[in-house]
């Protein structure tokens, strides 16, 4: 048996012949099936309709598994293997064969869960063919000993490892090596996982799923480069420092840990950096830019560059000494940031929500943009703030502004502009500043002064 193949339950035990190879059944005994055909060819192996685990010969085989979740190893020889009904593993081993399946089945399991079959051609000028529309058809190259290059689009599998092998398009998802290999899909919907190696992938057109690693608690990983085309697709770098780029049709890019660099095109995309599934607070420095269109940016933990282009976007800042430049348009942001970061909103009417940034409260100028206490850093270009739930001092413009100040006692000056200032806990103190401006008190004992329209201030001057 070749190293990299999956062990199942083994319920009984058929030996044919003591040259020939051997099966293990699941339920119906393989000299009952009467004579099958693989490819118009009698089948030497024939299974059951059980879950079957099927090894070849070193020479050429015709195996035809039937139905039920089998396992089918030609090992040596130009074999012929046939799948059936049900999600089967079917590998060649070395030589020049031709692979078959007809999955419609699920199997659960790391690190993928899939409803068809997958293929593994190993050494050799092989014919992968999936099983139609019935299930995801996989072709799996993890255990090739070299990098691959796959071309979805022209049917074609190649490396030093394997040979030369063709694939039908019923196969939808090819699993690089654990080397650099070369990924591309087709028009269809693909999906392309890199495993470990600097892989490079590209999805064109199509809603595609890429991904540069395997799967996340791998213990190799690679700096990966993901670009997904026309369509609408789902981009994950994985671990390690991946450079991302996504299409048109907007799409979700997710860096994962490392140092990323993610571009996302136009279209109304949603980028997610230094995230990857159970490991929190473990980030490198990524650089994120969009383009036009409503995006959505999470930047988790490093010292990232995030750019975005025209449109509304909305981008969560956790943490970091990062630097961004929103672009035109209405952008939200929401930003827990360190010394050292400069944000700025851009052209357009921005609203910026500053959590909790160090415990304690927030000294914001707005029109130098400067953040003095608890951190330094520089914020500037937003017109609608929500501070902190600490003490705060916030100064404003002459531009129109919006206020939002929570609990503490804060104070809020305005300057010019027809303003709108609300807070909520605590004795706060307002100052319209010029301008006709509105003032929404909260509970506690507040002082309004050059507010003229008021409601629940208790002291006015």
């Known amino acids: 048996m070749r190293r990299g193949s999956l062990t199942i339950l083994l319920v009984a035990l058929v030996v044919t012949a003591p040259t020939v190879g051997w099966l293990t059944t699941g339920s119906e ?74 999955g419609n089945g699920v199997t659960r399991g790391e690190p993928i869960t899939h409803d068809g079959d997958w293929l593994t051609g190993g050494r050799g000028d092989d014919l992968l063919f999936g099983g139609g529309e019935q299930g995801k058809d996989f072709a799996d190259c993890r255990t090739v000993p070299a990098a691959v290059t796959a071309d979805l689009g022209l049917l074609r599998v190649s490396g ?9 398009g019923d196969v939808e998802v090819v699993i690089g090596s654990t080397y650099g290999d070369r990924l591309r899909g087709s028009a269809r919907r693909d999906e392309l996982w890199g495993a470990a190696g600097d892989d490079r992938i590209a999805g064109l057109s ?42 048109a049709a907007g799409d979700n890019i997710t860096g994962g840990l490392g140092s990323d660099r993610v571009g996302s095109g136009r279209g109304a995309d949603y980028v997610l950096a230094d995230v990857y599934c159970c490991v929190p607070r473990e980030g490198g420095d990524d650089v994120i830019i969009t383009g036009p269109g409503d995006d959505g940016v999470d930047s988790y933990w490093g010292d990232d560059v995030v750019r975005t282009g025209p449109g509304n976007d909305r981008v969560d800042d956790y943490g970091g000494r990062d630097t961004m430049r929103l672009g035109a348009g209405r952008d939200e942001l929401t930003a827990t940031f360190k010394s050292g970061a400069d944000i700025s909103g851009g052209p357009g009417r921005d609203d910026a929500l500053v959590d909790a940034v160090r415990r304690g409260g927030l000294t914001w100028d707005l029109g130098s943009g400067q953040v003095t206490a608890p951190v330094k850093a520089r914020l500037g270009g937003f017109e609608i703030v929500s501070a902190t739930d600490y003490a705060d001092r916030i100064t404003g413009t002459s ?30 103190f307002l100052n319209g500043g010029n301008g006709t401006d509105r003032g929404h008190a909260g509970t506690d004992a507040d002082t309004c002064t050059k507010v003229e329209r008021t409601g629940g201030c208790e002291h006015v001057r």
């Open 29 to 102: 005994a393989a000299s009952s099936q009467g004579q099958r055909l693989c490819r118009g060819v009698p089948a030497a192996m024939v299974g059951t309709v059980g879950r079957d685990r099927l090894v070849g010969t070193p020479g050429r085989d015709v195996i035809a598994a039937l139905s039920g979740y089998d396992m089918v190893s030609g090992r040596g020889g130009n074999d012929l293997i046939c799948g059936g009904e049900g999600a089967d593993h079917l590998d060649g081993g070395p030589g020049d064969d031709e692979l078959r399946g007809r």
């Open 160 to 168: 030093p490892g394997i040979g030369a092998d063709r694939v039908d």
């Open 399 to 428: 531009a129109d502004e919006q206020f939002y100040v929570f609990a503490g006692n804060d104070r809020v000056r305005a300057r010019g502009g027809d303003d709108y200032i609300a807070t909520y806990n605590g004795s706060d």
């Open 206 to 247: 199509g809603r595609d799923r890429l991904y540069g690693d395997l799967h996340v608690g791998a213990t190799r990983h690679g700096n990966d480069r993901l670009r997904g085309g026309a369509g609408r697709d789902i981009i994950d770098g994985s671990l390690g420092r991946d450079r991302l780029w996504g299409g």
